[in-house]
C-alpha cells in the first residue's frame, strides 16, 4: 500500500496515447461505459485537486500503474460534479476512495462550492451505498442516462 498513492492528473486530452487506452480499458472493466478519444476531449477536465489518478509506483511510467481515476469538475456557482470515479477491482475495499473523496469534499469546502453532484448507473447499489456514507442522497432519476439504463443523480452537501 505504501507503494500507491493519489497524484495530481493531467487534463484528460494530454494524456500519452497508452494511459488514455488504459484509463478506457478501467473504465470498461469496472463501469461498463466505453470512453473514446472524444469523450477525452469533451469532458472539460482541468487541472486542479478534483482530477487525480491512483498510481502504484512500483509500476510507474508503464501505463498498468494507473490503477485509479477521479474526474470532477466545478459547475454553476457552488456545486462540484464528480465526472468519475474507478478503482482497479484488486484495489476496492481498501480505503482508497475514501482517501480521495474526503479529499475533494474538504478542496470543496476550501473554495466554498458546499453542492457535490454525480450520477450512478441505478444497478450499482455498491457505488451508491459508498457515496451514501459521505452524505449524498439519490434526488432523481435521469432516464436513459447510460446507453443501456437509467441513472440516479446524487446529491450532499460538503
Ligand atoms: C465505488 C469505489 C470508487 C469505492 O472505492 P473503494 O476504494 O473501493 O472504497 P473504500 O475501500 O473506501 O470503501 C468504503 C466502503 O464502501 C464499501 N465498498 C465500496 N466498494 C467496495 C468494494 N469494491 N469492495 C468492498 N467494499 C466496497 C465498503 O462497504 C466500504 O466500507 P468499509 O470501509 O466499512 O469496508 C470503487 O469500489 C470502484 O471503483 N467501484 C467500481 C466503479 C464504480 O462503481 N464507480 C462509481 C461509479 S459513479
Do not use: C
Amino acid at each position: 500500500m505504501s507503494n500507491i498513492s493519489w497524484i495530481l492528473g493531467p487534463k484528460p486530452e494530454d494524456m500519452p496515447e497508452t494511459w488514455k487506452l488504459r484509463i478506457s480499458q478501467l473504465f470498461k472493466q469496472e463501469t461498463g461505459e466505453s470512453y473514446t478519444d472524444s469523450t477525452f476531449r469533451m469532458l472539460q477536465i482541468p487541472e486542479w485537486n478534483g482530477n487525480r489518478l491512483l498510481i502504484n509506483h512500483q509500476d510507474y511510467p508503464h501505463p498498468k500503474s494507473l490503477i485509479g481515476v477521479l474526474w470532477s469538475k466545478q459547475i454553476f456557482d457552488d456545486r462540484v460534479r464528480i465526472v468519475a470515479l474507478v478503482i482497479e477491482k484488486q484495489y476496492q475495499g481498501q480505503g482508497l476512495g475514501t482517501k480521495v473523496i474526503k479529499e475533494l469534499f474538504t478542496t470543496s469546502r476550501e473554495i466554498e462550492r458546499n453542492t457535490i453532484q454525480l450520477e450512478v448507473r441505478v444497478s450499482n447499489l455498491r457505488a451508491q451505498k459508498f457515496y451514501q456514507r459521505f452524505g449524498l442522497n439519490i434526488q432523481q432519476t435521469i432516464d436513459n442516462y447510460y446507453a443501456d439504463e437509467d441513472g440516479y443523480m446524487m446529491v450532499g452537501t460538503v
